[in-house]
């Protein structure tokens, strides 16, 4: 699975920004897609993710109202759409992905084999 994630900028506090990650390599529908972040000088950390169907989207604490998680198969994409945007939000954003995850280990970074680059998100004002 190949990973392409995009979206990221420089945002004022309050202001939203929707991150798109692309995915190729395999039946996307069957992917388990998740997002992380790590903001300098700090552990990597759990943000979203979602299974095959809204319903088994999980998010993080710090998160959770003011993210999104989505996925559109047909265009083999998985999108974070971030509102409320604080500078604590500010951070390396990666979209990762597992073809065999489990729910319950749906927030441990070792879960997602699949990495993409990473893409900057910066709230400032």
């Known amino acids: 699975v190949q990973l392409q994630a995009s979206g990221g900028g420089l945002v004022q506090p309050g202001g939203s920004l929707r991150l798109s990650c692309a995915a190729s390599?395999?039946?996307?529908?069957?992917?388990?897609m998740g997002w992380f972040r790590q903001a300098a000088g700090k552990e990597r950390e759990f943000v979203a993710a979602?299974?095959?169907?809204?319903?088994?989207?999980q998010y993080a604490d710090p998160v959770k109202g003011r993210f999104t998680i989505s996925r559109d198969n047909a265009k083999n994409t998985a999108y974070l759409q971030m509102n409320g945007l604080n500078p604590e939000d500010t951070a390396v954003y990666y979209c990762?992905?597992?073809?065999?995850?489990?729910?319950?280990?749906?927030?441990?970074?070792?879960?997602?084999?699949?990495w993409g680059q990473g893409t900057q998100v910066t709230v400032s004002s």
């Open positions: 990762t992905a597992s073809l065999t995850a489990i729910t319950s280990s749906l927030r441990t970074a070792d879960a997602y084999p699949y």
């Open positions: 979602m299974k095959w169907s809204d319903s088994s989207a």
């Open positions: 390599g395999s039946t996307f529908r069957r992917i388990i």
